[in-house]
């Protein structure tokens, strides 16, 4: 009976690895693709998501809390930016951006206050989710220009009753420009509470509007 359960374990895995989860890996800035993990921290934990509303994890994924071997690209205010993930995301839910203004990108654990700058829900009727590889944002034109992380967050909420999933990664960036606001919101963890609509919806059954989890988008 353990080595049947053993091998039911196995294959369990095997499929999930087989399956493989996306992991945000590569930034585009300045029209430029970066290498993966080139201005994404890189994440410890494979592809699996991070599950705890509580864990500093939340921040940058699990093993981003630093960025000592990441590269801080600069890119101006006003511009845009994207994540490729390894393969198009296929968990629906939706995708949020973060931003928070730091000392030094490659130091920053993710501690200070971010704020969110998109956040790209599913589309009624039928709530359909944007499952894709690539996920892109503008950086708000008003910010002030410094040091930066700029976090994209993918929750995945396709198994109601189970334990909703963040799919997460953190860029580092150098913001150039002429702005001059700084937008204090939120901490994470703490962002997303267990009873947000947005974290608890059943998105199979009587499906007919959705409040993004997090807070509201800042703007200029
Ligand atoms: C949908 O709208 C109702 C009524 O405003 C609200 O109670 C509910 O939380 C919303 N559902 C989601 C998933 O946001
Ligand atoms: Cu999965």
Sequence with gaps: MKFVSTVALASAVFLEAVNGHYIFQKLTANGVQ????QNVRQNTNN???VTDLASADLRCNVGGGSGAS???VSVASGSSVSFTADQAVYHQGPVSFYMTKVASASAADGSSSWFKIKEIGPTF???TWDLSQTYSVTIPSCVAP???LLRIEQLAIHNPGGVPQFYIACAQLKVTGSGSKTFSSVSIPGHVKSTDPGYTANIYNNFNN???PGPAVSTC
Excluded: D, H, L, Q
Excluded at 34 to 37: E, R
């Design 34 to 37: 970066g290498a993966a993990y």
């Design 47 to 49: 592809n699996s998501p």
């Design 70 to 72: 990441t590269s801080t």
């Design 125 to 127: 009727p039928g709530g």
């Design 146 to 148: 410094g040091e930066y």
């Design 210 to 212: 959705y409040t993004v």
